[in-house]
């Protein structure tokens, strides 16, 4: 049901007002100059509002971005299991571009002009609890789809539970083409001195690299440990509700066990957290002390994240399979672990050499040749 009422003013002007009533719906209206214009605006949404596509299409003219991100920034993000500071860093960027846009106004045209724009600025680097610092560097391929992933990830949610929008414009838009997977690792005498850089700067430095080099654990699972998820007498670390969304075991090694020993006696922090600030209510932030430790250690082009590399590549050098230190790692999947391929062909000419001889073993002769 629709009408239109016609309404003369003090000043003798006249304004025409649509009213649309659907049952089950709250009631639309909209006042214009014109009676025609008001006619148009009742032929363009009844038909919507009866079908309820209405709704969609009324709240995207009525949120901004900046609404949009604020409200995944407050009751979402804290549902993330890793990257939180990365997400909020992503998130910040495009607000500052686009949060003064309502929400029906963005489209793929719009984000890939934006998309363009990551690409030629300087590279932000997150810090827990500080602002972000910038970086000589440009943003990568990979950065800037980091970006737009990161947004696509709060419009999808507008989509599928705000209600916000009927479709996510970032599926139209082309991501950067990206490098091979970076797989950087430590020589034997980098991992010596990176050691004892760490431990210069502190012993819980030195215990995260070493659990880290040792495990294959990403920063986020070391630096959450309780002295609760490890088990000193079945010597296992239990990382809980990883960034797969699963629990792991992973064994603690002699090393560890004897410095992780030792750090218990000597840590005078009433906290259940191994990795805490001096009042132990929070985790310590360690990430500044690591890139000192590189520096004095003179280890270029390296990140906290290529320390799991670094335990993986010496995993497939060592003679584990892909499968099992897609194990240790916590992949679901070894499409993530087939970089480290051409690092087991060893072991895996070995196993290949070993089936062959119980094979063929009644084939071949005491010259080692066949029959």
């Not at 002007?13 to 049952?23: E, F, N, Q």
Request: net charge positive.
């Amino acid at each position: 049901m629709h009408e239109i009422k016609k309404r003369v003013k003090k000043d003798g002007k006249i304004s025409y007002t649509a009213c649309i009533r659907v049952k089950g719906y709250p009631t639309m209206s909209a006042t214009f100059a014109k009676k025609s214009l008001a006619e148009r605006w009742i032929a363009e949404n009844e038909i919507p509002m009866k079908t309820g596509r209405h709704i969609k299409s009324f709240e995207s003219k009525n949120h901004t971005m900046a609404e949009l991100i604020d409200r995944y920034l407050e009751n979402e993000l804290l549902e993330r299991k890793s990257d939180q500071d990365k997400y909020r860093m992503h998130l910040n960027w495009w607000k500052s571009q686009i949060g003064a846009y309502y929400l029906n106004s963005i489209d793929n045209i719009m984000l890939t002009e934006y998309r363009d724009k990551l690409s030629k600025e300087k590279c932000l680097i997150p810090r827990k609890g500080m602002e972000a610092k910038k970086s000589d560097k440009t943003r990568s391929n990979a950065t800037v789809n980091r970006y737009m992933a990161s947004l696509s990830t709060v419009l999808s949610i507008a989509v599928k539970e705000y209600g916000w929008l009927e479709e996510n414009p970032m599926l139209k838009v082309v991501k950067k083409k990206e490098s091979r997977g970076r797989v950087r690792f430590l020589e034997e005498k980098e991992v010596a001195r990176l050691l004892a850089e760490s431990k210069k700067q502190s012993y819980e430095l030195y215990l995260c690299v070493l659990i880290a080099l040792s495990t294959g654990a990403r920063y986020s699972e070391i630096t959450n440990l309780t002295w609760k998820n490890i088990d000193m007498i079945h010597r296992q670390f239990h990382f809980l509700d990883t960034k797969n969304g699963e629990d792991r075991g992973v064994a603690i090694t002699s090393d560890v066990y004897n410095e992780l020993k030792q750090f218990k006696k000597i840590q005078n922090i009433k906290s259940d957290k191994v990795f805490a600030t001096k009042d132990g209510k929070t985790v310590i932030y360690l990430r500044g002390q690591f890139e000192k430790a590189l520096k004095l250690a003179k280890i270029n082009d390296f990140h906290f994240h290529d320390l799991r590399h670094t335990a993986a590549s010496y995993l497939a050098k060592g003679g584990a399979s892909l499968l099992e230190i897609a194990t240790i790692l916590g992949h679901k999947t070894l499409q993530m672990v087939q970089r480290y391929a051409h690092l087991t062909k060893n072991h895996t000419a070995t196993v290949l050499e070993n089936m062959n001889k119980e094979m063929f073993k009644s084939l071949v002769g005491n010259g080692g040749e066949f029959k």
